[in-house]
């Protein structure tokens, strides 16, 4: 089935470092959103990318959609302590009406 | 941007008990979804619950076991029933707002004995 998977699963930084997390999904997506998740908390939306190759920014945080619209990237900038949660992508396969969500990474920042 | 209240916030059940969840969002809405996570994992969708039809469920979720009610446009019920320790999760209601932001209630912390 369709899945889509991110990595690292797991990243440990130091204050101040960048981090990135890649999804990369089996098939074409129609568009991707991120979202984090606080620890104890909800999902919360981030971003949405729709064309091939996008970039959008938003303060410290880069995303961007592959060419091939089957992979992307989350990348932070010169991490915070409040940086620290599961970074989730998620989309639809193209031609579909399933959504999914990647499996998510989960950034802790040491300060 | 939608708001939910979503309760009880946690539970500790005992197995075999049933336990339902509440879900209110401030404005009216055609679809609200149930999802579940569990522990350290990503979430997966039980069902998509439509206002005055049956809801529907995503492969590996049934009704009797995760029945679900809509009695109007801004409200829904999920009950985990019979429960056991492998329902220990997160469970979370959804809905879309301009049909590409979805907005999460705080979500229900299950831990069943």
């Known amino acids: 089935g369709q899945q889509v998977m991110q990595i690292p699963q797991y990243q440990h930084v130091q204050e101040g470092e960048d981090f990135t997390t890649y999804c990369n999904s089996s098939?074409?997506?129609?568009?991707i959103q991120w979202y984090k998740q606080r620890p104890g908390g909800h999902p919360v939306f981030l971003i949405q990318?729709?064309?091939?190759?996008e970039v959008k920014k938003q303060k410290r945080l880069t995303f961007q959609f592959g060419e091939a619209k089957k992979n992307s990237s989350l990348h932070i900038t010169a991490t915070q302590t409040t940086d620290v949660g599961t970074y989730f992508c998620?989309?639809?396969?193209?031609?579909?009406?399933?959504?999914?969500f990647g499996t998510g990474t989960r950034l802790k920042v040491l300060a | 941007s939608a708001v939910i209240s979503q309760k009880p916030s946690r539970d500790i059940c005992q197995r075999g008990t049933s336990l339902t969840i509440q879900c209110q969002v401030d404005?009216?809405?055609?679809?609200m979804f149930w999802y579940r996570q569990q522990p350290g994992q990503s979430l997966t969708l039980i069902a998509t619950?439509?206002?005055?039809?049956?809801?529907?469920?995503e492969s590996g979720f049934v009704i009797d076991k995760f029945p679900i009610s809509r009695p109007n446009l801004t409200f829904s019920t999920l009950t985990v029933s019979n429960m056991s320790p492998e329902d220990s999760s997160i469970y979370l209601c959804?809905?879309?707002?301009?049909?590409?932001?979805?907005?999460f209630g705080a979500g229900t912390r299950l831990s069943v004995l």
């Open positions: 098939t074409t997506l129609s568009n």
């Open positions: 998620a989309g639809w396969p193209s031609g579909t009406y399933k959504y999914i």
């Open positions: 959804s809905v879309w707002e301009d049909r590409y932001i979805q907005y």
């Open positions: 990318l729709v064309k091939s190759g």
């Open positions: 619950a439509n206002q005055g039809s049956e809801a529907t469920y």
């Open positions: 404005s009216q809405v055609t679809m």
